[in-house]
């Protein structure tokens, strides 16, 4: 079918050049970066009227997604970009052709796409709908200054998904995160073209989900934060439209704290029981043994299948304790007379039940790590979590496998991280066996096993990676707020996915950093509020020094892995419910300014540049650093909350005044005496050690957290400048 | 009722102080600042729970705006505040009481409220809901930093409007003003105690609304754009819910070509027409001696008070050309066979038989002050626009006017000339007679009279004063696209919000523009584009060099007056039809960072500051000012949009770099050579002259424009500081 037409177009086409390469690729911003790309010369100029035309079955979904592309094109260019059927073929400057596949919203969809685009027309080919959406996502971002104004780069792109599962999972039990964030969330993924939103929508802070069968469920089961089946179905059809299928998940048998609020009858010990974080009763799970709990599990299945069509469903199935299954003499006389032997084997009957209920309702099991086991059906999907080789170990059995395991956006690793982390290699990502020692009279011990430990040994032979499916970015809420939701999430999960969409071989930190800057600004367009939540959280930090406020934000990130986490959840619930708006819930991962300006010193030292814009533009950010601290320290006796943040506006000051010794040294050609520095570099190396560091140590993540529990991500470009002009 | 509450709490209050003064009441970010204010010490701190106590008729009006109070107060602390119905009172700490108004969203509700804020509780009361909801707009802008993070300040308040109608007018019609921008608006509207949303739904470019009756009129009179009557139903209860009146406006006779697009037969000349921007077809009106028209106009009258329960209903009137009328003989007939002597008095009878449908159907008529004529109902209300006289004028005839005058928001003047005018001043806004006579040959003359003249002598009588209901700001969007309207709106409307809330006497501009600052932000955080529009419009402009271009942005505004607009409309639709994406559609009339630095300058001037957080403020503001050029240059190149604004950047850069020089002098305490400033001086003098000018000059607004079409705001206090250092 496509074959022809590209024939056709190949005459049009302006084609100039191999696939780019370094510097030139990172100016479009792509991501994720297609399969394969031909930049032409010159560029398609966007004007008011998109006039298209479609070669391919009635569809709705491309009409809307046709809207939605002019409105991404007016956003990017400020030109009223409009939407109209073209009278002819040769009249539309966007042709689409593609046919009808039955697997649309289906794993199995066909989601690559041709584009071609040239001076006078955009064609876009795809065998289905999916690579439709996929192709016009990837055109929307093709956006270059041009001609008049904007224009669409030209060339020929084809592409296809390394995965066909690249997911986003949320959790919105933890913290609510309201409907209208979740809408946000989806035009967000569409741009960067994932394609599953996993909801995880129930835990012991509030079940979150509209139950008609057992209303007790949201009605005492929550704080009255939970969506109603209109907005779900409201949701799902949106997501529909973007080609996204939503996962639900109902996590059992633990982790249903908020289940037995309303419905103390169907857990292991006796109630009552109360909504909240709470580690005295993480252990609360639902009673395996009784037929009742499988009744009720059963008619909330047949409820909520008729609210989310995909054919997959999540039951959970982590972080069992099972010490109340233990203490519970029914529960053990059940164990005795089935023949289970312990707590695991409790779960696999647990697991094979649920399965066998979530079948009856035409749905295939999906769950975390943990519901590996004994007899667990076949075409259940894995979703490995504790360490990249339970990817391994779940591909072994045979089970298809979505890996998560080092992509929990929670833990507020840059994206450089998860961006290295290859869903296939299932070594990397784990604890040490010293760890799980360490750690063995915590109260965390129960979470902790051997699945956990890191096996760098671990390999997938071809058979089992055609089992991993894909994979899914984690966002767990227990420290996101509603105004941190957009934040925690991109530009991140971009580079994530990318991860997930492109090949293997796509994998060149500073070209991603670069292009991912850029698609952070396109999300903002999108309506998508990171950039300025982060604005408005950092400006009422510091009533008065606003601008101050908002410079220390470029220069910092909050501290990694658990060690914000840990510490709360050791100090209990009220620590736990300690209000986020500090320094370290206002601060990204990934500060576009900061990446900025660590390109910039990189760029200049490369180049070995002595003047021009570069250099004002790292002059004038480690300015605009110096000069933080008197400010703040003002501002900081108005503001109590500020005050922790003073030590470290202290250390950027001193850095980038060093930094700026060091710039003007650069600037002349001289080397900078090292003495003259005093004792700049020295912190710098300290803070820049602790700002590269992306420890994955529980040990670690105890320790006291540094001031303000961030790191100083200003350090490690500031080192280089001061190594650099000092010749060390 | 409220005298013995107010005696008890008396007891409570912590009331330390006589009336805020100056520098103290820019403090607190109130606007519009109440009628009177007593503050306290202290605060009342702000927990995730808003316990409150209802003393007051079920009020379900009440119980959303609590629930939305507590969503501010999140937004503004990063407190997760919930709203929850306390136990009793003495466990609430907010406790409302009021009465049932059956005045409840009329012209003749009871706003007032008095507030009262000690350390353990917030009383507010008020005679009905309207009141209530005044009062939580004020707490939630009571919002300041202290104990351990984000407290209510504690006071007094007592306040009432000084004017009933308080109105924001929007043009949905020249460019369709999307609905969730306006649903956001009524957010801002609220906040700001605004209490009308004027909605000017049809002109040449467009019907915005849905009609069944006659659906031609958006069904071929509109792009596709338009609002259903489903929407027009969720924006009136959500206007309704923040005790907003919507009042839609149908302009006729003139401004109806999109009317007869679809219904030719209602013209006075014979069709086809055409939707848009066209002088050509600019005296297009409805036939007003034809039955089948007045009959066309009741059926839709009758459809449109069923979607709009406001008693007031605007028809328009405006800008009747006539020449239509007079070259239709069957017209010209009518006219004489009524004795009806010209054009104007064509229009009354027009306006009379409108409005006495507009009575039939229950609705009192609204019209622009050309509907002020014969026999037009007394109980019609006049919204004077032309010039502030005509408020004299209509007044003088005995009818109620809300005054648009000196309020046009596209404009583009800062917020201090709006705000210097007061509603019930009727001399002030309007062009001179030899402005008209200038103009009499152009083909504005035809909207040119004695009615647009300014009357310096004109005065109101005490009666006729009281005939003043208030006053609407005014946007209209032949220049605004939607990623502009925030921006257009806000934050001045808030100043000019003040102007109609407050005392005449409350007109201290330093004040206000320090409170407008913050009202920004407050009015950021509850989800309004303008800040955040701007910075994504500015960066795309420049490629590379983002930081550079918002560092402009903050240091202009777009021209002012017509100047942008009239050249245009005379070269005709294509001009009209340019995209709005250059620096002049980016810039906004009030930059908050320029705003911040005038101010800085001028307290450091006064203070004789000569080092300090301030000092290094304006030293980093002009150091970015200094540094924009080059970066400009170099991004130009890619983006031709760009190359209008270098020169205006090479300006601000020599302006910045003596402005640099000038306060190296400061700090050192020694008067700066005036000529080794250069021409500095003087550019800063010119450019300070053009930026300082809020002409109304329609001569002046044909002249060529300066580079990009703005202006350079920052051009005035970097003139005072060379002035000071150089002992000017």
Known sequence: MTRGLCAAVGALLVVSAPALAGAESSRLPLMP?????????????????????????????????????????????GVPVRAQRAASRDAATLRLRWAS??????????????????ASAALLQAAGEAGVLRGLATLAQLVVPGGEGFGLATGRIHDHPRFAWRGLMIDTARHFVPMPALLRELDAMEAVKLNVLHLHLSDAEGFRLESRVHPKLQGEGSDGQFYTQAEVRQLVAAAADRGIRVVPELDMPAHTCSWLVGYPQLGSRPGPFRLGFDPAAAGAALDPSRDEVYAFVDALVGEMTGLFPDRFFHMGGDE??????????????????????????????????????????????????????????????????????MTARATAAGHRVVVSAGYYLDWLMPAVYHYALDPADPRGVGI???????????????????????????????????????????????????????????????AIAERFWSSKETRDPESMLRRMVGVSRQLEALSLRHEEDR???????????????????????????YSRLLRRAMAGPAAMAVPMNRLADAATPDSAQGLRFAQDVRDLIAARERSGPRLLRVRRQLVAWRDVSPALAVSAERQPLLREALP????????????????????????????????????????????ESTSTSLVESLQPPPPAEVVLTA??????????????
């Open 648 to 691: 470290v506006a202290a250390d950027l000051a001193t850095l980038a005044d060093a930094g700026l010794r060091a710039l003007d040294a650069w600037e002349r050609g001289t080397p900078l005496a090292a003495e003259s520095l005093g004792g700049a570099l020295a912190l710098a190396e300290q803070h820049a050690k602790a700002a």
């Open 101 to 118: 596949d039955p697997r649309w919203l289906t794993l199995e969809a066909d989601e690559s796409y041709q584009l071609e685009v040239t």
């Open 33 to 77: 970066w297609p399969a394969q790309v031909e930049a032409g010369e010159g560029a398609l100029a966007i004007s008011p009227t998109l006039a298209w035309w479609a070669d391919g079955p009635a569809s709705p979904i491309v009409e809307r997604a046709v809207e939605r592309l002019a409105g991404r094109l007016a956003l990017a260019t």
């Open 715 to 728: 350090a490690p470009p500031i080192r280089d400048l001061l190594r650099e002009a000092s010749g060390r």
């Open 432 to 494: 040490s066996e010293q760890e799980v020692k360490a750690l063995a009279s915590t109260p965390f011990a129960a979470y902790l096993g051997e699945e956990r430990v890191m096996d760098q040994a671990a390999s997938l032979s071809a058979a089992q990676e055609a089992l991993v499916l894909g994979a899914e970015a984690a966002l767990w809420t227990e420290m996101v707020s509603p105004e941190m939701v957009d934040g925690r999430l991109w530009p991140r999960t971009a």
């Open 535 to 561: 604005r408005l959280m950092l400006a009422r930090l510091a009533p008065g020094a606003e601008a101050s406020a908002l410079a220390l934000g470029d220069a910092v990130a909050p501290s990694r892995y």
């Open 320 to 389: 069992v304790v099972g010490d109340e299954w233990q203490q519970n003499p029914k529960i053990r006389a059940f164990m005795e007379a089935n023949g289970i032997v312990d707590r695991r084997a409790l779960q696999a009957h647990f697991s094979r039940r649920v399965s066998a209920i979530l079948a009856k309702h035409g749905r295939t099991t999906m769950g975390w790590d943990e519901v590996l086991g004994d007899g667990l059906l076949q075409d259940a999907v894995l979703q490995s979590w504790r360490s990249s080789k």
